[in-house]
């Protein structure tokens, strides 16, 4: 089996404070949020072994504040330009990279939701800011038709 962890990047500064929606960092509260998503998914014994990331400044600061929760260097976080501002086809191609591994992918809205919906057969609709769904797909390809099992689901509100 292959974990797929799925997480949306915690909640971001207003987008009419930027210039460069790229650039928009998290706030407090975003920080506070993912440190509990991530202090739950190593609760319930969910522990990615590579993190992969959007370079957005909201993920990255996300994908930083999950290494750190466990105990992954951040200088090995992943960046692929492509999760930021691309399409869902780039997501499921990411989402093959390191076979073998359980992966936590930092991404945006509407990617990981349209992701959710698809692999929950539409069970999970909607994904706020922080929140982290855990899938199993069998070994091989995972593409838009996979079936995964569904582990863990964190909603946050």
Same mark, same amino acid.
């Given at each position: ?35 509990? *998503? ?8 969910? !522990? ?28 090995? !976080? ?7 501002? *691309?399409? !869902? ?69």
């Amino acid at each position: 089996m292959q974990t797929r962890i799925l997480m949306r990047h915690g909640k971001a500064a207003d987008g009419m404070q930027y210039t460069d929606d790229f650039e928009r960092p998290l706030e407090p509260r975003g920080k506070t949020e993912v440190l509990e *998503s991530a202090k739950t998914l190593r609760q319930e014994g969910i !522990i990615p072994d590579v993190i992969l990331s959007s370079p957005a400044c909201r993920a990255a600061s996300t994908a930083r504040i999950v290494a750190e929760v466990f105990g992954i260097d951040p200088s090995l !976080i992943v960046y692929h330009a492509p999760l930021y501002m *691309s399409d !869902i086809e780039v997501y499921v191609f990411i989402l093959n990279l390191f076979k073998g591994k359980s992966v936590l992918l930092v991404g945006h809205n509407p990617f990981i939701e349209e992701l959710a919906a698809i692999y929950t057969n539409h069970g999970v609709i909607g994904c706020p800011t922080s929140s982290a769904i855990v899938f199993e797909f069998p070994e091989g390809e995972i593409t838009l038709k996979s079936s995964p099992k569904t582990i863990f689901v964190n909603l946050r509100k």
